[in-house]
């Protein structure tokens, strides 16, 4: 009896029906890790290295009418400059706020390795907002007035780049539109104190608006149950209002640093979504493009000559989760008659 067989039989009684739920669960898992396995390494799945294909596979969301002219152009590294760059609305245009000493644009093209996070940079693109329920409306609106259009989930180009010819182009360690912050959370700090211009730690604005309100603080309030409902000129409801502003405060302050690890997350290279190049992406890599080519055997033989240790490591991922899955399928009959 194998390893496996000792922990079912332990855990597993002929009547237990919702532990055999989970061995239909175990089983739906394997059987999707060796289909992402397989896929990814055979250059046909999500967007990963492809150890096996040779060719790394990444993907630009951007907006649907800007589909075909990159796809006749290439990705043009000029273009991150530009006031309404997805990234730049991501990341907050930082580009825009924050002193000019902290922070310079630069000329880059941004990628990324999974579609979802492509997807969600193209829905931003096209609406114009990153807030989240705001793009769901405008979605579900343009979907009951023109009906299902694949481009409401959004849209991409896929870049498919032969791996001897990837790892020589330029890349970005970290992104710079993270203002040079070597974490998520001294992003945060950054970002607070010198593109919205308030303390890191107190979140009270640090410059005076023109008003001399505080939107934010006053948009908070209000939901609250506004201004006049606090202060009633007592000592005692100046007292509520300045208790309720510091925990109002607290409160955008942990959203404010939610969505800068969010961005985080998303943008930042070492985390490992995002591919910042600095130079142009020609057409020869972007599918669909006129002069793109797909995976020829030549290429795939001369990869395989060039890089055996990766197309075994390639393999290896593979040969694991669908080892997991022929394991299952000689014990889980076992389980169910139990």
Known sequence: MNAFEDIAKKHFSRNNYANKYVVGALTG???GLAGEAVSNQLGVGPFKDNDISGRVKLVHGTKSTAVQPI??????????????????RVAG????????????????????????????????????????????YKRLQKLDEEGWDPNLVGSYVELSIPYDEYIKLPTLAENPEMLNAKSAEEYFQLYTRHVLKRDPETFELLEPTAEGVDPQMEAA??????????????????????????????????????????????????????????????????????????????????YIKNHPARVVNGIVKCVLPVGLLATLGA???????R
């Open 331 to 337: 014990v889980v009959p076992k389980l169910l008659r």
């Open 71 to 88: 796809q006749d152009t290439g990705l043009l590294r000029s273009h991150a400059k530009d006031a309404d760059n997805t990234t730049n």
């Open 29 to 31: 898992a394997a059987l």
């Open 221 to 302: 309030l209000r939901k609250r149950g506004g201004l006049s409902s606090v202060i009633d000129g007592t000592e005692e409801g100046f007292l509520k209002f300045k208790n309720i502003k510091k925990d109002v405060l607290n409160e955008l302050k942990e959203e404010m640093r939610s969505k800068c690890y969010s961005k985080w997350s998303l943008l930042q290279p070492s985390e490992g979504n995002t591919v910042i190049f600095t130079e142009d992406i020609p057409t020869k890599y972007i599918v669909g493009s006129k002069d793109y080519k797909g995976l020829s055997l030549s290429e795939q033989l001369q």
């Open 93 to 136: 245009n930082i580009n825009q706020q924050a002193s000019s000493d902290i922070f310079k644009v630069p000329e880059v093209v941004y990628t990324q390795k999974s579609i979802p996070g492509a997807l969600g940079m193209s829905l931003i693109a096209e609406e114009g907002t990153t807030n989240k329920k705001e793009i769901l």
